[in-house]
C-alpha cells in the first residue's frame, strides 16, 4: 500500500477553531501527519511558498501526496471520503447533512461572538469586555440551535461522536470559558466534548506568549 504523505499547516499560536476542526479529525481517524505552523501576524500566509500552496492563501491546509487543500470543512469531508475506515461524519445521510448544515452555519454567521469571544478566551485565557447587545443576540440564536438539535442528557448530536461536536462546542465554550451565561445542557455538552483525547492533544499544543 502506498504511503500517505500527509502535512497540516495551522497557525502558529494554535487557536484556529478551524484548524483545531482538522488536526482533531486526522487523529480522530488514526492518520500520521506532519504539523507545520504559519505565522498569520507576520501574513505568512500570503507570502513565499505557503501562498503558493494553499488557494485561499489561509489556515489550516492540508497536503496530501502533493494535493493541497485549504478550508476546514472541505479538508474534513476530503478525509472521510479518502480514509473511511473511521468517520467523523454521521453514516446516515440526513444527519450527515445536517452536519455539514451546522458547520457551514458555524463557519459563516455568530460573528459578534467570534469578534467579542475570540479563541483567545479558549486557548490564553483572554479577558474581554462584556457582550454587546450584537453579541448577545448572536448568542440566544446560538442557543436555539444548539438546545433544539441536542436531546436531553446526550453527550452526540447524532447519537455517535462526529466533527459537528467539536466545532459546536467550540462555539459555545467561546463563552463558556469567559464566564458568560450558557443554558445548562449546551455548558455541559460542550464540558463533555472538551474532555475527549484527541481535543485535549490540541489543547496540550505548546503555544507562543501573546505579543503586547
Keep these: 500500500m502506498e504511503k500517505q504523505a500527509l502535512q497540516l499547516y495551522v497557525d502558529a499560536q494554535f487557536t484556529s477553531p478551524y ?13 500520521e501527519f506532519d504539523v ?5 501576524d507576520a501574513n505568512a500566509q500570503h507570502t513565499g511558498e505557503y501562498a503558493a500552496k494553499s488557494l485561499t492563501q489561509r489556515v489550516p491546509t492540508l497536503v496530501h501526496n502533493g494535493f493541497a487543500l485549504s478550508e476546514s470543512s472541505a479538508i474534513t469531508e476530503y478525509l472521510d471520503d479518502v480514509f473511511p475506515g473511521i468517520t467523523v461524519y454521521p453514516k446516515d445521510v440526513r444527519d ?9 452555519w458555524l463557519r459563516s454567521a455568530l460573528m459578534p461572538i467570534r469578534v467579542e469571544r475570540n479563541t483567545q478566551v479558549i486557548f490564553y485565557g483572554s479577558r474581554l469586555a ?11 440564536q446560538l442557543f436555539l440551535v444548539g438546545e433544539s ?3 436531553e442528557g446526550a453527550d452526540n448530536l447524532f447519537g455517535t461522536w462526529c ?3 467539536l466545532d ?10 469567559h464566564g458568560d451565561d450558557v443554558p445548562e445542557k449546551l455548558a455541559n455538552f460542550a464540558h463533555k ?12 499544543q505548546q503555544r507562543p506568549a501573546l505579543q503586547a
Design 96 to 104: 450527515r447533512a445536517r452536519a455539514r448544515q451546522i458547520q457551514a
Design 163 to 165: 466533527i459537528a461536536d
Design 36 to 40: 507545520h505552523t504559519v505565522d498569520l
Design 130 to 140: 462584556p457582550l454587546s447587545d450584537a453579541a448577545k443576540e448572536a448568542a440566544q
Design 19 to 31: 484548524a483545531m476542526s482538522v488536526f482533531v479529525t486526522l487523529h480522530e481517524k488514526g492518520l
Design 168 to 177: 459546536l462546542a467550540l462555539m459555545i465554550n467561546r463563552l463558556v470559558m
Design 193 to 204: 466534548q472538551w474532555q475527549r483525547p484527541t481535543v485535549q492533544l490540541w489543547m496540550q
Design 149 to 151: 438539535l441536542l436531546k
